[in-house]
Nanobody, 118 residues
Framework: VQLQASGGGVVQAGGSLRLSCVVSGSIFRVENMGWYRQAPGNQRESIAIITSGGTTNYHDSVKGRFTISRDNAKKVVYLQMNSLKPEDTAVYYC?????????????WGQGTQVTVSS
């Protein structure tokens, strides 16, 4: 199982970016999918989670600005980021719970850099 994240880049404050993460490999089911970020000197934090049924949960710092969504058929999770702020600068990682009928393992993507300039 592999997760491939893309869509990061450099944007000015107030701008937008859309991250994508594709899950590939031997997959029977994909449950929770999410986006995390880690800024220099900080711990990795969860910013958005989406269940297989579409229920979402957000970190308070991104509520109203970021939107997580998924395409179950394509096994892709997206993160639409609007009204970006310099404090959103970080490496963004996607994560997915993938497995068989009876067992799930958590997998991580390689990370994509998001830089927001003031």
């Amino acid at each position: 199982v592999q997760l491939q994240a893309s869509g990061g880049g450099v944007v000015q404050a107030g701008g937008s970016l859309r991250l994508s993460c594709v899950v590939s490999g031997s997959i029977f089911r994909v449950e929770n999918m999410g986006w995390y970020r880690q800024a220099p000197g900080n711990q990795r934090e969860s910013i958005a989670i989406i269940t297989s049924g579409g229920t979402t949960n957000y970190h308070d710092s991104v509520k109203g600005r970021f939107t997580i969504s998924r395409d179950n058929a394509k096994k892709v999770v997206y993160l639409q980021m609007n009204s970006l702020k310099p404090e959103d600068t970080a490496v963004y990682y996607c994560s997915a719970e993938v497995g068989s009928l009876y067992r799930l393992n958590n997998y991580w993507g390689q990370g994509t850099q998001v830089t927001v300039s003031s």
